[in-house]
């Protein structure tokens, strides 16, 4: 593979990682909740799209809807039997919940998929493309193209309008919110509900790179916090640098180096950063 | 005239300790009530307990009529909808959003009874709140805050507009200047619950007066009529004739 192709293959992986990511910053900045089922939201979106190409015959640009519907619907399950720790800004409890969830979800998923690896059959993966000599799939630039226009739209709705608006509001202080007539147990439901949404999302495109299995998201979740963390809370646009330069990080690292190392030296990047930049990314 | 605002019998608990024991207390239309006393009277417990809000959990029984309605057992956010709006003491603001982006986060509903007051109104009533509309609350001087802070809650639409303390922290020129804006809202019939620790400035905008100590009412009357208490001017006012 030549350099421009592992480029493309890094911007890709990036692209994903900051899919994974830009739910989850919102999450965490708006509501303060670590979502450990996050990686398992983004399993389910690849199985239930898989689910939905097979066994329904839809085809993958259908299935990939019906998967974020099925996700939110499970979404807004999960953030009503949360909604008391949330309120109550119970962090600890919520992380405990979340692993719970997680491994139930897993567990799940695994009786209702089975335990064999799956291939989502997407028509863009099948087609190859080339640029100034690199070779990559039609599916690479799906994902690249959809982590910039979500990054672009959670940008917008964050900054320009009331629903943004609210969703800061919370997150500067949540008991304020109500003063404003602002519901925060609402606002919660509708940050978590995107965030696994995409989530979902990330898995649907994301997934058809490579086989899936139930087990995936544990992995994926551990490198997303990374990303998260090194943007620094709540810094949207970081989220996207951040994962995009992770992605491109692990793409070259892995031409000179055995892959199985990648996720070990990106947290070594992450220590360096943190010694020297505690607040991540985000501007003081 | 009939009380908008009635609070019937309301106590307010923490664990066991009281805070505030069996108050009443009302409010009419176009009027404006302070409430007075001592640091740790209960003052602010008692409005958050009004407002349906507060940063801890207490426990609360009693009535609180809005034009009727019991609404004590409606959450904050929902009595905020119905016109009961309160302006916290302290932080009233988000610090993090602009002047400007603090009054269009409040939106009432399409039917929400209280007066409306547009953007416009709000810097037509705090006129120096347009020159700073796209600088972060963070910026703005502790005079400049409050104004925020109500103007929010003027976008409600409040029906009873709860202030506490708005004179904390402010220069005394300022106290004044606040306060008479609000009595200007008040004669253009807004109807105010305010807590104020300055009970000389207070009596001057109010037109009536609730004493609380140690969590009860120990006394209310008329502005008139309590600017010539003798435990009033003993208490407050810095000596009789005062």
């Known amino acids: 593979m030549n350099v421009v192709s592992q480029l493309v293959n890094g911007l890709a992986l990036g692209a994903g990682y900051a899919l994974l990511a830009v739910g989850w910053t919102v999450l965490l900045s708006a509501a303060r909740l670590v979502n450990f089922a996050h990686g398992q939201l983004y399993m389910l979106g690849a199985f239930v799209t898989w689910f939905a190409t097979t066994r329904f015959g839809l085809p993958y640009l259908v299935a990939i809807p019906v998967a974020l519907v099925a996700v939110a619907a499970l979404a807004v399950v999960l953030q009503l039997l949360m909604t008391r720790l949330t309120l109550d800004q119970n962090i600890v409890s919520l992380m405990l919940v979340t692993l719970a969830f997680g491994y139930l979800l897993q567990g799940g998923a695994g009786l209702i998929f089975g335990g064999d690896p799956q291939i989502i059959d997407s028509p863009f993966q099948r087609q190859d493309l080339s640029l100034g000599g690199a070779r990559f799939t039609g599916q690479d630039v799906v994902i690249i193209v959809l982590a910039l226009v979500l990054y672009a739209v959670a940008f917008y709705v964050l900054g320009r309008t009331n629903v943004g608006r609210m969703v800061r509001g919370v997150a500067e202080d949540p008991k304020l919110a109500q003063l404003y007539g602002i519901d925060a147990g609402r606002v919660y439901l509708v940050v978590f509900v995107f965030s696994a949404v995409c989530a979902a999302l990330a898995g649907a495109v994301v997934a058809p790179r490579s086989p899936i299995l139930t087990s995936i998201g544990f992995e994926e979740v551990i490198i997303t916090f990374l990303v998260v963390v090194l943007a620094g809370i709540g810094n949207l646009i970081g989220g996207l640098v951040v994962g995009m330069g992770l992605g491109l990080f692990t793409a070259v690292f892995g031409t000179y180096f055995p892959p199985a190392y990648s996720t070990a030296a990106a947290f070594v990047l992450l220590l360096v950063v943190l010694v020297v930049r505690p607040q991540g990314l985000k501007a003081r | ?242």
């Open chain 2, 1 to 242: 005239m009939s009380a908008l605002l009635q609070v019937a019998d309301l106590r307010v608990g923490y664990g066991h300790s009281v805070a505030v024991d069996r108050v009443d207390l009302d409010v009419r239309e176009g009027e404006l009530v302070a409430v007075a006393g001592a640091n740790g009277a209960g003052k602010s417990t008692l409005v958050n307990a009004v407002a349906g809000w507060s940063r801890g959990r207490p426990t609360v029984t009693g009535a609180v009529r809005l034009a009727g309605r019991d609404v004590v057992r409606i959450p904050a956010h929902r009595r905020t909808g119905l016109g009961l709006v309160l302006v916290p003491e302290g932080k009233g603001v988000f610090d993090g959003m602009t002047v400007d982006e603090n009054l269009r986060l409040v939106r009432p509903a399409k039917d929400a009874p209280g007066r409306r007051y547009g953007i416009d109104d709000v810097y037509g009533v705090f006129p120096q709140l347009r020159d700073r509309a796209t600088a972060r609350c963070s910026t703005l001087s502790g005079g400049e805050r409050q104004m925020v802070a109500i103007g929010r809650a003027l976008r409600a639409a409040p029906r009873v507009l709860i202030l506490d303390e708005p004179s904390v922290g402010l220069a005394p020129r300022l106290v004044m200047q606040v306060l008479e804006h609000i009595r200007r809202l008040v004669d253009d019939g807004l109807s105010v619950l305010l807590v104020e620790q300055n009970v000389r400035a207070a009596l001057e905008v109010a037109d009536r007066l609730y004493l609380l100590d140690q969590g009860r009412v120990s006394g209310s009357g008329s502005a008139a009529e309590m600017r010539d208490d003798e435990r009033v001017a003993r208490a407050y006012l810095g000596g009789l004739g005062a």
